[in-house]
């Protein structure tokens, strides 16, 4: 049985062997105010657990209420850290051209595990991201408005595609690779 299917069943026995009086109202009332909160900032945008967990403490609400809260909504499917992982790769590549390295590292510090980082990441393969790559550098050398003069031109054009490559995190080689035959086409191009 996984812990989240023992959370379950606790909150299902909970439950079963309530009965009237046991009902804490300050404590759901403790309970409310972090639920709100928690989602408000679900509203925003998804967050991981451990994300969600550091902006309520900082809110200045109790650790031990917010982990009951975060129990509740993971209960419910509001907070799996899983959806959240593949959600943010699937968009931060898409959409910001950013590479497996950086993704990873991004995940990592929003508090995501290395078994749900991996299985995220495993939607991008070294053909999506090499494309990323190439169109990036395409965009960067298409602002070069003549062809370089001489070496030293030439070599600030490169670096300068090399640097957006290199931003978002794609791997050395492939960006020098990348970079010279995107500028290569920019010139033959212009020429």
């Known amino acids: 049985m996984t812990s989240r299917e023992q959370k379950i069943a606790q909150l299902k026995e909970a439950i079963a062997g309530f009965t009237p009086g046991q009902f804490d109202q300050e404590a759901e009332e403790a309970k409310a105010a972090v639920r709100r909160r928690a989602l408000g900032l679900l509203d925003v945008r998804a967050r991981s657990r451990q994300e969600l967990r550091e902006r ?16 509740d909504l993971a209960a419910v499917n509001l907070l799996d850290d899983a959806a959240f992982a593949r959600e943010w790769v699937r968009q931060r590549h898409a959409r910001r051209g950013k590479s497996t390295r950086v993704l990873e590292q991004e995940l990592r510090q929003k508090g995501v595990d290395s078994a749900t980082r991996a299985e995220a990441l495993e ?50 080689g492939m960006s020098l690779r990348i970079a010279r035959e995107a500028l290569e ?4 191009g212009l020429g």
């Open 56 to 71: 309520l403490i900082e809110a200045e609400f109790e650790p031990v209420v917010v982990d009951d809260v975060l129990d």
């Open 185 to 188: 086409e920019r010139i033959a």
């Open 123 to 172: 939607q991008i393969d070294a053909a999506d991201e090499e494309a990323t790559a190439r169109a990036l550098a395409e965009k960067k050398a298409r602002t070069i408005r003549e062809a370089p003069a001489d070496r030293a031109e030439t070599d600030k054009a490169l670096r300068r595609i090399v640097g957006v490559l290199a931003r978002r995190g794609f791997p050395q």
